[in-house]
């Protein structure tokens, strides 16, 4: 108990000197429940999906427009919710206002990692750099906000039985963003993942995740469930009892990702009762109710107007009224001393596929070393034609083996450069074809202009396979991110005796 409070107190002072002046207290996770790191209260999710968008426009960024947070998050803090959870965000733009209007309204931000130009895609899931890197970067705009949450690393990748290879995918960016995490930020960000409802693989999914070593395990487990639709239905007729007894013995929290079917409008949220009362209490860390503003699929709590301005919808008032009478307490994190054991992985059978082995790390710096040594690579117009690098890379395998830019999740093997971007691959074996088939002959390497030559900077690729990347400079502090953890405690036992604490407490 006085590890943490006084990691708390100087956890809070190393920000103050580092410039960052924290609003909220990050929030901090103890066997199955979530708490304030600081208070020691146990924290329920009262959330809502935050993905403001127009079809016409096309993805937009909604921490990035400070004029939209300022309108909507004071809304959302009269709504009585204390978290957003947003699906997509663009690394290279600033979120510092948005940020800090979240933080003046009281409210954390869940945010997923993956975006659609950049996800593992369940029907043909690979995981490469441009995946890697886009993670990486979004890790480093959003780890040194204190009301950061935490990170989705997938929401609902695999969806049934036949797409389950691909969760062997998730589970390796997963591992990679955990190591990430704890080499690059002063604070333990906890991971998660968003599963579907199905029936047939949800029990595989929740287990999955929450099996093996501590660094390929998920810190808590949201699910997308929209089982109670109107008020007829009830928390045992609903299939939320159900799931409730499905994680009964898990042993991280867990949560609603999404809720609030709208088979019945205007919804009037009859499940919010059970989910913030005793039904769901024991064993629920709360909800994310779907979603903010109108859109197509007609789950919007208010409407943005042509002019930017904002409309209540009958389902801010109705969730408004429901929420208004449910305070759960929970219970003291010195007070809570449960623990659950992990779950044990499911067999590999016909309908659950990924392999144990899980995929390499990606490496930019190995497939850049790779490319260096090349005589042969892709053209210019090959690289700008995006969409057809998969069919050039089809035609070429079909000329010669591309066992080392391929993956299979399935039997767990990965080629050594089978993270490496589409156009990466291509150029290794437009070179694998020009030296072994075409003995370098020069009219080998065109490939119908899609193909040129290149003098290479090394003779050979030996040892590019194993070339690693270097954590990013912390985009908040600008110190180096890789090893200051030494530095950070250092600090903090500075700061101790400036204080007075016993350096034993930490």
Known sequence: ??????????????????????????????GTKFFDSVTQDQFFIKGVAYQPRSLAAGFTDPLSKPADCKRDFPLMKDLGLNTIRVYQVDPSLKHDDCMKALEDAGIYLILDLMVPKHSIVRNNPEYDINIWNNVRSTIDAFEGYSNTLGFFVGNEVTNDNKTTVASGYVKAMLRDTKNYIASTSS????????????????????SYFNCGKDEERIDFFGINLYEWCGASTTYNTSGYAERTKDIASYSIPVFLSEFGCNSVTPRTFPEVKSIFGPDMTDNWSGGVVYEWSQEDNNYGLVQVKPDNTISLMPDYTNLKTTLSLLHP?????????????????PAITPTWEPSEKLAPTPSSAACDCMMSSLNCVASDQAVATTESLGTLLNTVCGMTSCDDIS???????????????????????????????????AATCNFN???????????????????????????????????????????MVALAVLLGVSVLAI
């Open 1 to 30: 108990m006085v590890k943490l409070v006084v990691s708390s107190i100087l956890n809070l002072a190393l920000s103050l000197v580092l410039g960052q002046a924290w609003a909220l207290n990050p929030i901090s996770i103890k």
């Open 187 to 206: 604070r333990k960000i906890p991971v998660g993942y968003a599963n579907n409802d199905d029936p047939d693989i949800r029990l595989q999914i929740q």
């Open 329 to 345: 307490t929970g219970v003291k994190m010195s007070a809570f001393k449960e623990t659950r054991p992990i779950s044990t992985c």
């Open 407 to 441: 993956s299979n999740g399935k039997t767990g093997v990965y080629g050594k450069y089978s993270f490496c971007s589409p156009a990466q691959k291509l150029s290794y074996m437009y070179n694998a074809y020009y030296t072994n088939i075409g003995k370098k002959a």
């Open 449 to 491: 202009g899609m193909a040129k030559l290149q003098v290479a900077a090394k003779s050979s690729d030996q040892g590019c396979s194993s070339a690693k990347d270097t954590p990013n400079l912390d985009s908040k502090t600008g110190m180096s991110n890789a090893g200051d953890q030494a530095k950070s405690d250092s600090f």
